[in-house]
């Protein structure tokens, strides 16, 4: 272990160490996608926990660049007479112990890279470092001493859907209408007032002041839904935030308490903090202010969401005397790759100004294709693929990145009639479906009875004869006596009111009591099991005995895997709150499992912080990317066009950016430009191909860098192969022609051209039968096992020697196989 740290030492340039190894002080490195930001904040934490203070030096003694820490060791031992002072220096060396450093990043992916990689370098006692996003820190002091605050510690965290829930049930008691007041956008409003830190009263006052009548109205319905999540004893993820800042304010001893245990503090992509989490990083490193953040003013696209640049701009007058370090050596992509990125984001105004650059050779030039419709284009991008994993990449070497979820429908199709293994980040996630959260909503009721929203989700699923009118009067009465919906229907004998239903309230009562008890006796996935037992919800699902159901039950059971990955992955004692903590706070991200091999798809603004060999940026079309809000909004517009400069930068080895000039989206057709971005990109560094619609005429100038000829050029195709396509029939598409190959792909099939006079449509399926030996140009040899005809087309089952059986659309496949 030791032997890696030193190596990984020697393969950072002269910056990176300064910025490795001086530990004391704030530090600020600002520097530009792939330079390596990440992996500093990772070796510092290895340096502080090796050697911590005392190897704090400003000037990097030459010795240290060339030789590194073995060196320092030995020489430690037998000083030469120069050396003196420095093994005085050394001799103060205090290493920091685990617990005392906090690393803090964005999403739960990074979180948990930043943890594997931690562990590689140091072990099990990475294990004890504070490594994580905002959010679970934040939940981990909450734990401790919300109860201050005058919640009780077994919270629940709301998510966005459980938060519009509570605002739309708000909107109908106030008889405020939902298109007046959309519920995502009261919500933004709340997320704002909650960023500069005013609670529901503070932001009332404050409305009332401006005399602006719509913003009373939201301002009460702030208050309101302040109220209910009080109540329910209850955190949306903005409070999360929100209450640790307010407890490390107002405590003085909670804030000692946190400001003497971290002795160092890091964060990763400073620049896409809001305000709230400005103040919670202040107030964490408030202490010894050894705090260094990382970031890159270049990347910041969560602007819309309250992140402010200003953080990482005022940093050196926060605190006097910090040091900065920039780093200017790009290590993640070709030169290609990264001039083109360079001169996309060039034409930000509003930016510090930087210019990356590497050793790399040039590679690839980058692959902008246009395709005729999202279906050409999605078929392109499956075909791409197939020749990247027949050339010896793996799937997962793959990542498609989309600007809008939506997007991601046609890519999968293609995806599925090509057999090729793909995940979606940030889709219908399994947490987000129905059956899912009843039985989470289940355990957030056993763990907290007083959650309203989860207990109004089950009371009556699966039926058990309470009907609306009783749990709409429940309600009614839990409202005027300012108590929760349990404290009512657990005493349905005070309440006239309930009379009728009283029973089987009662009935329902001792239910949620039994499994209380339970839950504190049995170990959890036991628990979990007799639950899903005793309330019914398994058996009402094998009664009904549909597909579906058969599926929504084996998503029930399905939850005990992650009981049991909880389990074993906890560092803290296992209960049923930590779960639901950690579900609460599971992102996307968190189910791309890095192990298996697929082809990875999700919007760009998930992609920050990761990178591919290949990288599809596809819908790159004026009105998709630049949205349609940012066009005539010059900073809308600088955030988009960062936004293309963090998708453009994820790319290691191949980058490729699709167009298509039709595309249908929400159900509508429209002729879309190619984006600005493109334009930006001098021709260079561009390889150009596709096929528009209107042959070599549609595509206009924008934004400069294409001659118009080029256009022309870069578009026309011959006129066989238009034809090809206005009988709408897409197989063997000629990707690309004679351009879209790409030279330096590793002796791939070549099907990226009409192969061998295949692009004459058929007018009937390929003649496969079953029984028959077929060779597909990725997946290999293989024996025809099933052919089912479905529609025009065929399901074509073929058991392949490498890749197993898969199930493939003949169309779409037909043209990869002899
Ligand atoms: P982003 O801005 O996208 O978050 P980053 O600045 O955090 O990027 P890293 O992810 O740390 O960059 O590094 C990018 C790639 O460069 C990684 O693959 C990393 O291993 C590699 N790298 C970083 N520093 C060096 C170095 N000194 N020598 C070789 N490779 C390096
Ligand atoms: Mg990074």
Redesign the pocket.
């Known amino acids: 272990r030791r032997a890696a740290i030193e190596l990984d030492f020697q393969?950072?340039?002269p910056e990176?160490r300064r910025a490795a190894l001086c530990t004391e002080g704030p530090l600020l490195l600002l520097?530009?996608?792939?330079?390596?930001?990440?992996?500093?904040?990772?070796h510092r934490i290895a340096n502080l926990m090796k050697y911590g203070r005392g190897s704090d030096s400003d000037e990097v003694p030459a010795w240290v660049q060339r030789a590194d820490l073995d060196v320092l060791e030995q020489y430690v031992r037998a000083p030469r007479p120069e050396q003196k002072q420095e093994q005085e220096r050394l001799c103060r060396l205090d290493p920091a112990v685990p617990w005392s450093i906090i690393a803090i990043t964005f999403t739960n992916k990074a979180a948990g890279e930043l943890k594997e990689r931690l562990e590689r370098l140091l072990g099990p006692q990475a294990n004890d470092i504070w490594a994580s996003t905002f959010h679970s820190a934040c939940v981990r002091i909450l734990r401790r001493d919300i109860e201050r605050l005058g919640f009780r510690s077994g919270f629940t965290i709301y998510d966005s859907a459980d938060s519009e829930r509570v605002v739309k049930d708000i909107l109908k008691e106030f008889g405020l209408d939902d298109k007046t007041f959309p519920p995502k956008s009261v919500l933004g409003y709340i997320s704002r007032a909650k960023d500069a830190m005013k609670l529901g009263a503070d932001y009332l006052r404050e409305c009332e002041k401006s005399g602006d009548f719509r913003l009373v109205k939201i301002a009460r319905i702030y208050a309101e839904y302040e109220r209910r999540l009080r109540d329910a004893n209850a955190l949306d993820f903005d409070d999360i935030i929100l209450h640790t800042v307010r407890l490390l304010k107002q405590f003085d001893d909670v804030r000692a308490y946190y400001q003497k245990k971290f002795r160092y503090v890091l964060i990763?992509?400073y620049q896409d903090t809001n305000h709230l989490q400005y103040q919670l990083a202040s107030a964490l490193a408030g202490g010894y202010e050894n705090i260094c953040v990382?970031?890159?003013d270049d990347?910041s696209i969560y602007r819309f969401r309250g992140a402010t640049i200003e953080n990482i701009l005022s940093f050196e007058h926060q605190y006097k005397g910090a040091r900065v370090i920039r780093?200017e050596?790009?290590?993640?992509s070709t030169k290609n790759i990264l001039e083109a990125s360079n001169a996309v984001i060039r034409n930000n105004q509003g930016r510090k100004g930087k210019e990356l650059w590497t050793e790399h050779g040039a590679g690839d030039k980058v692959m902008c294709y246009t395709a005729m419709n999202e279906h050409d284009e999605a078929q392109y991008v499956a075909a791409q693929i197939l020749t990247g994993f027949s050339g010896g990449r793996a799937w997962k070497d793959h990542a498609v990145l989309y600007r809008m979820n939506a997007q991601s429908n046609q890519l999968e199709q293609a995806f599925k009639r090509n057999g090729i293994p793909y995940r979606i980040i940030g889709g219908i996630r399994f947490f987000d479906r129905a059956e899912v959260k009843d039985m989470l909503a289940y355990l957030c009721v056993v763990n907290n009875p007083d959650d309203d929203l989860r207990l109004g989700r089950i009371i009556n699923n699966p039926p058990r004869g309470i009907g609306a009118t009783t749990v709409e009067r429940a309600q009614t009465i839990a409202q005027q006596e300012g108590r929760s919906l349990w404290q009512v229907v657990s005493r349905p004998g005070d309440y006239p009111e309930l009379q009728k239903a009283a029973a089987k309230l009662a009935q329902f009562a001792e239910l949620i009591g039994a499994l209380r008890r339970r839950c504190a006796e049995l170990p959890l996935p036991d628990f979990y099991e007799e639950l899903a037992a005793r309330t019914g919800y398994a058996a009402m699902l094998e009664q009904k005995n549909t597909i579906e159901d058969r599926t929504r039950l084996e998503n029930v059971h399905e939850v005990l895997s992650s009981i049991q990955n909880y389990l074993e992955n906890t560092q803290e004692e296992p209960s049923l709150a930590g779960f639901l903590d950690e579900i609460a706070l599971y992102t996307d991200l968190d189910s791309h499992d890095a192990g298996e091999d697929c082809v990875v798809m999700m919007t760009m603004h998930s992609a920050?912080?990761?990178?591919f060999p290949v990288v599809f940026v596809v819908g790159v079309e004026e009105g998709i990317f630049p949205g349609i809000r940012a066009i005539g909004e010059a900073e809308e517009m600088e955030e988009e066009r960062r936004l293309c400069y963090?998708a453009m930068?994820?790319a290691?080895e191949k980058l490729y950016m699709t167009c298509a000039s039709q595309r249908m989206l929400f159900g509508r057709t429209n002729a879309n430009r190619p984006s600005r971005f493109l334009g930006e990109i001098p021709p260079e560094y561009l390889e150009r191909s596709g096929r528009s619609l209107y042959g070599g005429h549609r595509e206009e100038e924008q934004g400069g860098g294409q001659t118009p000829e080029r256009e022309q050029r870069a578009f026309q195709r011959p006129a066989r192969v238009r034809r090809t396509y206005d009988r709408g029939y897409s197989m063997g598409s000629p990707y690309g022609g004679s351009s879209g190959g790409g030279a330096a792909e590793r002796s791939a099939p070549d099907w990226k051209s009409p192969a061998a006079g295949a692009a004459a449509p058929k007018a009937a399926l390929p003649g496969f039968r079953k029984g028959d030996t077929v060779f597909h140009r990725a997946f290999g040899k293989g024996l025809v096992t099933g052919l089912t005809p479905m529609g025009g087309d065929a399901l074509i089952e073929i058991a392949f020697d490498s890749v197993g059986t898969k199930k493939l659309m003949l169309k779409s496949a037909a043209q990869y196989m002899s």
């Open positions: 393969n950072l340039n990176q520097a530009g996608a792939g330079s390596g930001k990440t992996t500093v904040l990772i990763d992509e990382v970031g890159d990347q780093l050596q790009n290590y993640r920050k912080g990761l990178e963090v930068t994820r290691k």
